[in-house]
């Protein structure tokens, strides 16, 4: 009598699908990302540099404004809301 094996499987750390083959879980959520362009006021995400520089109407001919954490950091308190 031969003594019964379980099947050896691979799960995806991402989504949790179980794989039998190992290299099947490691691409099957694979990271993908995205190149884009913040804008220079809110640092939010855009695709297209336009998109970036339209987001608050920013000029270009001013200066980028300083990040809330560099403010913190030359001491500007944020007002509580």
Same mark, same amino acid.
């Given at each position: 009598?031969?003594? *019964?094996?379980?099947?050896?499987?691979?799960?995806?750390?991402?989504?949790? !699908?179980?794989?039998?083959?190992?290299?099947?879980?490691?691409?099957? #959520?694979?990271?993908? +990302?995205?190149?884009?362009? @913040?804008?220079?006021?809110?640092r939010?995400f @855009? $695709?297209?540099?336009?998109? *970036? @520089?339209? #987001?608050h109407n920013?000029? =270009?001919?001013?200066? +980028? =404004?300083p !990040?809330?954490?560099? $403010?913190?950091?030359?001491?500007?308190?944020? @007002?509580?809301?």
């Amino acid at each position: 009598m031969t003594a *019964a094996h379980a099947h050896e499987a691979w799960r995806c750390g991402d989504c949790e !699908t179980v794989h039998d083959n190992e290299d099947d879980a490691r691409e099957c #959520c694979v990271p993908r +990302i995205e190149g884009g362009y @913040l804008c220079p006021v809110c640092r939010g995400f @855009l $695709l297209s540099e336009e998109d *970036a @520089l339209a #987001c608050h109407n920013w000029d =270009p001919e001013k200066p +980028i =404004p300083p !990040t809330a954490a560099e $403010l913190e950091a030359a001491g500007q308190l944020r @007002l509580p809301l």
